[in-house]
């Protein structure tokens, strides 16, 4: 089992001559069944901010399916699902961030209920906060992956990969390569996913006396642009690195938050693995927050159903194609256009558009005060809500994702699995898994962002649902693709595996 190492190859980019990662032996920690532990910030149902959650929650138990025992790592946050639980603390120790001690506790579910095996990593003063992500970032991810090392160091039985997740958890790599601490550790395998590129947990070069010792020449190995850059520490150290479609691990080449010339360095051990869907949260026929449960045998009533809902709770007609947006505010996702497309939209189209999401504020502001403006055929849910999402993935015509960046993308998937047609920039995970009814496909793509380019595929797409006499044909065609884990986490699987054989 060898490592993919880094080359000093001749680059003019001085930032990747730090690093040339030190000679490692072969040694087999695979036994007969592999075991993985995810070392993650979100897992859902416990703790959910967007994708990354969907994806750690879903995972394992396709993996556990196909012959890999997988755990996963979080925090311990005070929110509603461990407020709702009880645990029993099986172990407990002290970390150091610098001169600070900090206590913590490794906790499990008393009674598991989940499908999947959790454990949480508890530093009362650092994580346990009604938040996942804030201000006070570096300290609380720095203590949750010590804490995390410190706890595997103890086992008895070592995991046989360690697969992180994100820029929280991109020093975990750099750790186990570099930190005396976890010698015993360095011959792990460890993957480093990328949810997203764009977020990479700088923090400044004074607190690198956070970490475990470590031989400081090595310290380029955390440094990008000057500064400590996890994401980048992660894609120097892990032995392979995922990204959440081919698409985007094509796009990160050229536009990486900064970080393209390491990707490009790095991309013999890059692969881009598409999500799937967890059908047993995901699916119409049984997914308990809907308001009709349908299947592709009573689609149209099923959706009927549930349109006819949101129409009242929102005070939409029922007759006119609704389109909806669920998301966060934010640049990426193309949030800033929305007002202007929403206005114009609802002064020139025959619809209706409702949108769930938060983040800028101004942005909010706006969507807010559009409700003046439009009041019978638009809407509005400023916040976050999983159940209002499972009902509007269901009960709309149209879900739109004008997107500049998605790295995978999931509500396409979603709305797909509810028969509710995707608007999709051709972009990331979207271009891979969307296309364009005029091409036989269940969607609707554009290929540039902006105001005009989203109002065109609008009107495609309103045009579309007067003339296509029997929408439900498309709706059943498009619930019958297989966007499942069953199929990606065997890539994972086999990722796994040809470290072991390479
Ligand atoms: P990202 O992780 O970039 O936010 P993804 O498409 O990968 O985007 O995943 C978004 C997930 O978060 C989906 O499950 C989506 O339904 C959910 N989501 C986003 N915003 C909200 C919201 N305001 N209320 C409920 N669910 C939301």
Redesign the pocket.
Known sequence: MKKTRSKNVNLTNLKLLFYELTKQNSLDYFTSMMNVIHISAECYPIA???????VVGALPKYQENSGVKAMVVMPFYDNAFTRKHQFKKIAEAEISLGEKTYAYQILRLKKNTLSIEVTFINVPELLFKDYVYSDDDTERFMAFQIAALDWILSLKQKPSIIHCHDHHTGLIPFMLQECYRYKELNQIPTILSI??AQYQGWFPHDLMHYLPAFDISHNGLLDWDGVINPLAAGIKCAWRVTTVSESYMEELQQDANGLESLLSHERDKCVGIL?GIDTSVWNPETDDMLTKNYSINNIQTGKTANKKWLCKEFGFSLSKPLFAF???LVY??SADLLPEVIDKALSEKNCNILI???GDKAIEQQLEELKLKHPTNYNKCI????Q??HRI?AGSDFLLMPSRV??????QL?AMQYGTIPIVHSTGGLKDTVTDVKDDGFGFRFDHVSVQDCLDTIQRAVTYYEETPNLKNIRKTMMKVDHSWDASAKKYNDLYKSIKTS
């Open positions: 959910k901010v967007g994708g990354l959650a969907d949810h997203n999500n669920i998301g966060r990426e996702k769930l999401g938060s916040g976050y809500d999983e209002l999402s993935y998605e790295p995978c993308g999931l509500n979603y």
